[in-house]
């Protein structure tokens, strides 16, 4: 039977790589004018995918808007095809509400042209994350296109089904050999091309009469001689039948034909035929940092407290936020978020965080001072604290915050006059500042204005923050001697409800959890390796030497107060500078790192800090490890939206590469990635380490019982050759030196948390501990003398609100992802998912006032079905695990 040859123009278009966004910019506008010329005046070359970016449009218009007509017929005629993602992003590493908004952003810009391409396509992902079947279906799309993370001895052909972490069932079509193969027709050899490899194999291993032939390279311009080298093709292969063509309708004609299919499962990270760059999750740590930090940041506060502000007629600034959202977008690019670009690269992608981190802070604070200087006070009190609480339950907990207060001592009340618990860190004089800050709009008005005025750090336990909602507290000055965070050199404990932890001699910890009965010894033990690799992959040094905290010389500091008890153990880190000295077990530099242990009251998680001067250490990777004694073969950890087991060690894989080393791009390791905890569990008990910084992780030890979590890694090229854990080839550019990427910074800061339970993963609930982990209580301070220059002046209001209110409340135990705005109604999306891997969960949601409608959406927030109302509440039943569900509701 003669075979159909789909062949589909393309590039692939990095927007930034070993080069920045402002040359790929430059480029960009004469290639894609390049593209445009061809399809309006090139007979025969009549369609172009877009690398599925549908932001790459939005550049080009920008800085040619003449041609904005031009592009809105061709991609009507099908003839352009862009979207359905606004940039290619990552999977692993970037969260599920920004894949979400990616492909939202990408499909709301394709439709002001026309259509999107309705694929899944993502040519260079590093793997394919196991959510994405569901996230997919969910946007009405039934097919993926993809190449790296499938190899042939997973599947045996190029199309098949994948069946995500929730059950959800999408149609592949893999590329096996690269977006790129199009692009090495050797002309010279037309007639012998379909019977040398990579054609002949990826004939073989279709299941229809259709074969698919992507033409394209990075950053290429169209191939202008295209339909005369098809009709060439043509001339010279009598079995084949050469097209200019589509994705779409290349799945479309393999779908006619009704192939039986193969099926595979989970996440897809198999890197045996093409490299998945497994660990690249801890590549430039400081910049994941970032991006950890604001991606938690804009779902569970920024847009919370956005929506609560509009409950009081305060704009929801939505224009602002799908900015910031496409900055987000723009560093999550595979290549991007990866890390695997120059140094100049890099500075712009912490430049786009920086911008957010600016911005979404500064929107928080004034719509938070909208809402708190509205809300009724005592007289008796001039200076008040409001808590606001993002997250839909009722929360207790400690607040760690800076403030101003007119003495230094002085008590925190609530708005019934109960004292709240609050101990102080730190405290300095500011009189002579602040109050030389001070702005009236009408200085005839008698303000409330302090002899004295003090900057204090302190903690402060909140207890009974209503759901989504806030509550007034305030700051009353005539006291007796405020609780101090104090000194104890007797003491080498600290505890509180749930658990008392001994600090060694050594810097290690013993942790006893109360509640269960049980101590864990000899945990939080720093480690020290040398880093091989590169931007794309950590790899250990060829002579490695493993250097542990509990041999280094430390010191031990120990406060306690009666919100919290700190720990501050000091290393004085011997380490080899260079990988040479590594080898030839040579220390002759220092590393000083401070551990910083932090246990609250009524707080299950226990804090700790990383803080490191590494000034003088290249080519390095700090660890730290925690030994649960839970031997594992499976370790859990959340992905976009659930939660995954994964193998400790790849037994099966690594057998076939120990036997064949030589056929594998990338070794099969276990160094895994999470969204906010990795946990073992066994049926008494689950250890779970909940990452602010660096998410990656590896289950180390002989019984695979020790959670290692990278804390950071060095490295100084962006491409090497001939690595343990990547042989061959280097991946990037071996001639690009990183030297940032050494991060020789004196202040490296890195935090995350440890929570146990005695009791099995499914029972533990850890999910909920991570994303109130993860989503800190908002404290506003405000008092006339404020309202200035410190903070910008604004007019008194009117104070109209109830002292403390509670908007909405969930009450059973799926997480939630997100409460925001809709995209294109008026009123609001509350989105949640099962993380119990195990079983089926219920939901019920409760309206502060009766909703006008309730509606259960998808994705893209079309209506699936109308909810009941029954006393201002809906109930969601048997969520099964690792489902999504979206509610819409105004």
Known sequence: MKKTVHIFPHTHWDREWYFTTSRSKVYLMKDLHDVIENLEHNPGYDRFVLD????????????????IDKVRKLVQDKKLIIGPWYTQTDQFVISGESIVRNLLSGIEISKKFGDYMNVGYVPDSFGQESSMPQIYQQFGIKDTMF?????????????????????TDINVYQIPCGYYIGGII????????????????????STTSNVVFPDGFDQAPPRHDLPQVVDKLNELNQDFNFRISSIEEYIAAVKAEHPELEEISGELTNGKNMRIHKSIYSSRSDLKKLNTQLQHYLVNVVEPVLVMGEQFGIDYPKSTLDDLWKLMFENAAHDSIGSCVSDTTNEDVYLRYKQIRDVTTNLVEITLRQIAVRIKKSQDYPITLTAFNTLPITRTTVVEKEF???SKNFHILDSEGNEVD???????????YILGQTIQLDPSKKIYKPENVYKVTAYIFVPEVPAFGYKQLYLDPETEKTDLLTEVKSDSCLENEFYKITVNSDGSLNILDKIAGKTYENQGILVDNGDDGDSFNYSPAKKDWLIYSTDQDNSINIKKSKTVDLAKIHFDFELPKTLDDRAAQKKNTKMPVDVTVKLTKGSKVIDFKVNVDNRFVDDHRLCVDFDTKIASEFSFADVQFGTIERPVYRKEAMKLWEANKDDWNEKPITIETCQSFVALADKNSTFAVLPKGVREYEIVGDDYSTIRLTIFRTYGMMGKVDLLYRPGRASGEKVIATPNAELHDANLEFDFGVSLEGNSFNESKIAEVAKEYNTDLQLYEYSEFLNGRLIFCLEEVERDLPQTDSFLSVTGDLIVSTIKKAENRSG?????????????LSESIKFKNVPTRVEL?????????????DNNQITIEKVEPAKVVTVYFE
């Open 52 to 67: 599925g970016q549908a932001s790459l449009v939005e550049d080009y218009l920008k800085w040619r808007p003449q041609d």
């Open 147 to 167: 190449w790296r993370g499938v190899s042939d001895e997973d599947v045996k052909h190029t199309e098949y089904t994948w069946r995500g972490l929730d059950g």
């Open 186 to 205: 050797d002309e010279s050899k037309l007639d012998q091309i379909m019977s040398e490899e990579p054609f002949e194999g990826i004939v073989k291993r």
């Open 404 to 406: 101003y207060t007119p």
């Open 422 to 432: 609050c101990s102080i860190e730190k405290i300095e004089d500011q009189t002579e």
């Open 828 to 840: 609001y999306i509350l989105r949640l998912y099962n993380a119990n891997p195990d079983k089926a």
């Open 857 to 869: 959406v998808d994705l893209k927030e079309d209506k699936i079905a109308d909810l009941s109302i």
